[in-house]
């Protein structure tokens, strides 16, 4: 079975430009999760959706958004971007149902700001 | 809020040895989950192993075992007879296991591993 996929793997952006950043979850896998990787840092949280619905929101901006389509995928979407969201972009999966499942990273997107 | 800190930005351990990475997190919760994952220059998060807050029995993964210990908050991750495919960033992380459906995991900011030959 594939794992989680991410595209595109690689992004440069400007400042003020927008971004999508998509995930495809493992098959049957119902829940999604979105981190931020600063370099140097452990991942942060963004978002977590589980059968389309916000589960999980961690301390980002407004600028920050994301959705869950009915296939399981997801994007996340960030505004106005910044030089200080160049980071590496992972996403997560699992199958949401179930308390102490592990999840399944992707590769994540790099992003770069300039 | 729940913190997890990771005091060795950076180890390294002669192949075929075993080394010891160290994780302390603060919490209120008597309750919840703790991770150990690997993230090798692919960028993929892999998961090491984990441990359930409830479970006094340290987990065991083949060469990779916990030091679980609840009332100091710490858990250390042993890694016997280092492989050169060890070498890898390694993340601790603890999840809440308050909230049914949360997924929401708390990273450390990680410890370079380095092997050599």
């Known amino acids: 079975d594939a794992g989680v996929t991410q595209s595109p793997t690689h992004l440069i952006k400007t400042r003020g430009q927008h971004v999508t950043l998509r995930c495809s979850p493992i098959?049957?896998?119902?829940?999604v999760s979105w981190y931020q990787q600063v370099l140097g840092q452990g991942p942060q949280f963004i978002f977590q959706?589980?059968?389309?619905?916000?589960?999980g929101r961690g301390n980002f901006p407004d600028r920050f958004s994301a959705r869950q389509f009915p296939n399981y995928s997801s994007e996340l979407n960030v505004n106005a971007l910044l030089l200080g969201d160049s980071a590496l972009y992972l996403c997560?999966?699992?199958?949401?149902?179930?308390?102490?499942?592990?999840?399944?990273f992707g590769n994540g997107t790099r992003l770069t700001v300039t | 809020a729940q913190t997890v800190t990771q005091s060795q930005p950076e180890m390294s351990v002669q192949e075929a040895e075993t080394v010891t990475l160290s994780c302390t997190y603060d919490?209120?919760?008597?309750?919840?989950?703790l991770f150990w994952y690997k993230q090798p220059p692919s960028r993929q998060m892999i998961l090491v192993i984990r441990?359930?807050?409830?479970?006094?029995q340290n987990a065991t993964e083949n060469r990779f075992s916990v030091n679980f210990q609840k009332a100091a908050k710490s858990f250390s991750l042993k890694i016997s007879d280092s492989q050169l495919g060890d070498a890898a960033m390694y993340f601790c992380?603890?999840?809440?296991?308050?909230?049914?459906?949360?997924?929401?995991?708390?990273f450390g900011t990680g410890t370079r591993l380095t092997i050599i030959p």
């Open positions: 997560a999966s699992s199958p949401g149902d179930r308390a102490n499942s592990p999840l399944h």
């Open positions: 992380a603890y999840r809440s296991s308050g909230i049914y459906g949360n997924e929401k995991l708390t």
């Open positions: 098959s049957g896998h119902k829940s």
């Open positions: 919490t209120s919760e008597s309750d919840y989950y």
């Open positions: 959706y589980y059968e389309k619905e916000e589960r």
């Open positions: 441990q359930e807050a409830y479970k006094q």
